[in-house]
């Protein structure tokens, strides 16, 4: 079928008034904002940490080490906004900034005193939503401005700011997908096997990470296929689909039901495995960089390794509104099963032109989030 397709190259037209410039202003405001918010965020976590802090993520980092980067973020917040007065632009933007970072001044600033922590069953992942926004802001802006696939596509494209809500939502929520994600894998009991997750354990750590990789792709990839081919599944993936303009943020975009399902669902492969935590650390970090990767605006040439990994261009292909891509590249992690079931389409060099869904989806938060019931009672 996709012989008859006439692949075409898409055309993102140049927004100038939407583009970041040196010298405007713009981008010291919007940094500005964004550390006074983020320093904000951070005071609070450091002044209450049961609530506002994941169990599973205080074991990784020192709090007290990232005292340090919290009083850089909230110095670059006051510079930054001060920039804005001395050019003489943008300076409301500025203002909002130093006027964040003064209330976080107000509230203890970087001297909070780091105390113990009582643990909850459930909190809210405050530091997971500063730690993941820092992270891959940074590693995916520059790498989506040094290689883009769309050069005209800008930071602040259509529908960033819905964007960035599901991004806030997904990381503050982390602690209840943990808890729902161990809850439903318990269930999974009878299955354990003592001998084979030993066996497992004896395993060097990369092919345990290898394994791991494979049985979570299989089942991730059998759960993203029904959300497609199950009809009334299709209206709550579909939100995910909405999204026309990939980048980093774009991946967020997804239903609470889809995105607390997906991870139960992964949750079960991992805890039968019973595989080494530091191969499972290693998992967890791989399948999280790869899922923001494969949204990214990112034109770089993998060469052989896109007919092994799921890449930008094979992702893309999966949010195409295009005839022949449609319920086509439904893996997350390597293209085996998509290739195993005859569900693949990437045609050599090219990648779509049309993007989103064929029927069109709300484009609020609570219009999407809503929509799979409202077409429910449409039936
Ligand atoms: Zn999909
Ligand atoms: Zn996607």
Known sequence: MSKFHRYKDRDVELDSSKQFRLGEGKISGYCSVLLGALSLLGVLAYLF??????????????????????????????FFGGITFVLKKFRSLGSIGIGLTVVAFLLGGYKVPVSDVEPMHLSLGVDWLILAFLGSAFIFV????????????????????????????????????????????????????????????????????????????????????????????????????????????????????????????????????????TALNIYVAFAALQAVFIHCNLGINFGPLKYVFVTPQFHHWHHSSEKPAIDTNYSAHTILFDWMFNTMHLPREY?????????????????????????????
């Open 142 to 277: 520059t790498a989506e401005k040094l290689f883009p696939k769309y050069k005209n596509q800008v930071i602040l494209r259509d529908e960033w700011g819905l964007d960035l809500f599901y991004f806030c939502f997904n990381h503050l929520a982390i602690s209840a997908i943990i808890l729902y994600g161990n809850y439903h894998a318990s269930h999974f009991d009878w299955a354990i096997s003592a001998s084979v997750q030993e066996s497992i354990q004896s395993m060097p750590i990369l092919l345990q990470v290898g394994l791991i990789v494979l049985c979570a792709d299989f089942v991730l990839y059998w759960e993203h296929r029904l959300y497609h081919e199950v009809s009334w599944l299709w209206p709550v993936h579909a939100v995910h689909h909405s999204v026309e303009n990939l980048d980093w943020l774009a991946g967020s975009r997804g239903h609470f039901i889809q995105v607390f399902s997906e991870r139960a669902m992964v949750m079960i492969p991992l805890y039968l495995l019973g595989a080494d935590q």
């Open 351 to 379: 990648w779509p032109a049309d993007y989103g869904t064929t029927k069109p989806l709300p484009k609020t938060y609570l219009g999407q989030m809503f929509y799979p019931l409202q077409q429910f009672y449409k039936k």
């Open 49 to 78: 940490p049961s609530y506002l802090t994941t169990t599973e993520l205080r074991q990784v980092y020192d709090a007290e080490t990232l005292q340090n980067v919290l009083k850089y973020g909230m110095y670059f917040s006051l």
